[in-house]
């Protein structure tokens, strides 16, 4: 690790972690969304060091893993807990309460971030667009040359064009179909640079599978269903989500029975054995003690019951492999689905409470954030040569920092505006509300159990049907934008194979996905700062 992670790596990753982690909680709550801080961090990361001078890929590497780790933290409180204020604003929940769950799942992402980073990034070789993009901008900056300006370029260019979409609001961010929208769909085309550089960045193949997902989701479901008279608008609308929902849980158990189970000694071997790590990045024989503690204390101290509580670990198991399948590839993580997915399964097996239900929720989804974004901080290390040991001591760092800053920043804000201000236009928490909504139970258990079955068969045949469930239940308009990004680079292969050997397609995409990415993370700090003002 000499030379990777550093004091001053450290000092400046920790500046960062703290500022971006703030700027999620707020920008995820306010715009129910929340941009990839990769690029930024990257590139923020670089230009520090280089500043203090003397510095390598590898340590910028770490540093930027360090400051990006909080921020899905962030993300996955922010898009589970405040429903519990949504369906009672007169809820009471403890800040002690708020620290312990955010904490437990952060340790958990840990401990299967260490565990499974080599089966996703090494032995199946994800794409991980987002962690590539970073790479190759990182190595393009520090070489400098004709790639460098064209990389700068393109970015700048994506980061006009977005701070002009989406503070200026001149530009329209979707269009949509008015004539789909009758049926519920979001039929349209979502005018995102990133989207498009993620769908070149992840190929026709992938990307063509998404799109029939999303196809048979709104063509299918929605219009072709309703104009034969199958179901009504709403009935359609709860069969879409729950198929695509079914789809990614089966995917989940694909993953589990057929990738990890066999190799199950080699992953999970570093948690029995004295004198050996296994896979796992770090000896973890420390690991199923731990889980114990966690599940004692989400008992006692949350009330979650004893079987919610191991439930909420093992759920955490399967989730965090869907999260790091997912975000390979197809650099989205849905980490409050996956919230979702645990907080039925909890439900159907205990009686656990309202409010304790959101705390499954939350407990998975800020694992799964945190797996699914140190994943491609993690791809970026593996085509940069860094110690992955080095940059697990840098996420563990992040993600405590992250803990404490995500819980400071949603108790302020409840403080400050009342816990009846989320679902508001101040703060819609749309994702959080979506968990509320949740809480009953599937909306159609039929259309669920035929998406993982359906999903189970097709991931055993190899098909990557992850992101087919992904393109039933996301909107139309992100996976028409990818489209084009992966119709691009089939006709740069066929058409202009010279560009596709010499990568110039692989920086102009990583450059324009980070010049949105950079806007984004930008915009969401001056809403911050707007905020706390």
């Not at 708020?98 to 437990?104: K, Q, V």
């Not at 140190?374 to 992250?402: R, S």
């Not at 239940?473 to 006709?491: C, E, H, K, N, Q």
Request: aromatic share 8%.
């Amino acid at each position: 690790m000499k030379n990777q992670l550093t004091v001053r790596g450290v000092a400046i990753g920790a500046i960062g972690a703290v500022i971006i982690t703030t700027s999620s909680m707020f920008v995820a709550l306010k715009l129910s969304s929340l941009p990839w801080p990769i690029i930024f961090v990257a590139l923020v990361s670089m230009f520090g060091l280089k500043a203090l001078g003397n510095t390598n890929l590898r340590e910028i590497n770490v540093t930027h893993t360090i400051m990006s780790a909080g921020a899905m933290v962030a993300g996955g409180l922010a898009f589970t807990l405040p429903g519990i204020f949504i369906l009672d604003p007169q809820a009471q929940v403890s800040t002690l309460k708020l620290l312990l769950l955010t904490f437990g799942g952060v340790a958990l992402g840990l401990i299967f971030t260490a565990l499974i980073r080599k089966y996703f990034v090494e032995t199946k070789k994800l794409p991980y667009p987002m962690g590539e993009a970073a790479a190759e901008t990182l190595k393009v900056g520090d070489r400098g040359g004709k790639k460098a300006i064209t990389l700068f370029v393109s970015m700048g260019a994506a980061a006009i064009f977005t701070f002009i979409r989406d503070w200026m609001q001149k530009i329209p961010a979707v269009l949509l179909s008015k004539k789909m929208a009758l049926y519920g769909s979001t039929c349209g085309i979502w005018i995102s640079p990133m989207l498009i550089s993620v769908g070149y960045l992840l190929g026709p193949v992938f990307i063509g599978v998404w799109f029939l997902g999303a196809v048979i989701g709104d063509f299918g479901v929605l219009l072709g269903g309703t104009e034969l008279g199958f179901w009504d608008n709403a009935q359609a609308l709860t069969i879409k989500s729950s198929l695509g929902i079914g789809m990614m849980v089966g995917t989940g158990i694909g993953i589990i029975v057929k990738g990890i189970l066999p190799k199950a000694k080699e992953i999970f071997g570093g948690m029995f054995k004295k004198d050996s790590a296994g896979d796992a990045i770090v000896p973890m024989r420390w690991a199923p003690i731990v889980m114990v503690v966690l599940a004692f204390l989400f008992t006692i101290l949350l009330d979650m019951g004893v079987v919610a509580s191991i439930v909420t670990i093992l759920g955490v198991w399967v989730a965090t492999a869907m999260s790091a399948q997912c975000v390979g590839q197809s650099g989205i993580n849905p980490m409050e689905i996956f919230g979702i997915i645990v907080l039925l399964a909890a439900k159907a097996v205990s009686s656990v409470g309202g409010t304790e239900a959101f705390f499954v929720a939350a407990i998975v989804a800020v694992a799964c954030g945190l797996v699914g974004d140190v994943m491609n901080d993690f791809k970026a290390g593996y085509i940069l040569g860094t110690d992955p040991k080095a940059q697990w001591i840098g996420e563990c760092i992040g993600g405590i920092i992250g803990t404490v800053v995500s819980v400071g920043v949603l108790m302020v804000i409840v403080k400050a505006y009342g816990p009846e201000v989320f679902g508001s236009q101040e703060f819609p928490a749309a994702q959080a509300g979506a968990v509320a909504a949740m809480v009953g139970g599937i909306s159609h258990v039929p259309a669920f159990v035929i998406g993982l079955v359906i999903a189970v068969i097709l991931y055993f045949i190899n098909f990557p049907v992850m992101t087919l469930g992904l393109g039933v239940y996301l909107p139309f308009y992100m996976s028409a934008t990818a489209l084009i990004g992966g119709v691009l680079r089939l006709i740069v292969t066929k058409a202009l194979p010279k560009v596709e050997k010499e990568g110039t397609g692989l920086v102009i995409a990583s450059g324009l996905l980070g010049g949105e990415a950079i806007m984004g993370v930008v915009i969401a700090l001056i809403i911050a700062v707007q905020a706390i003002a």
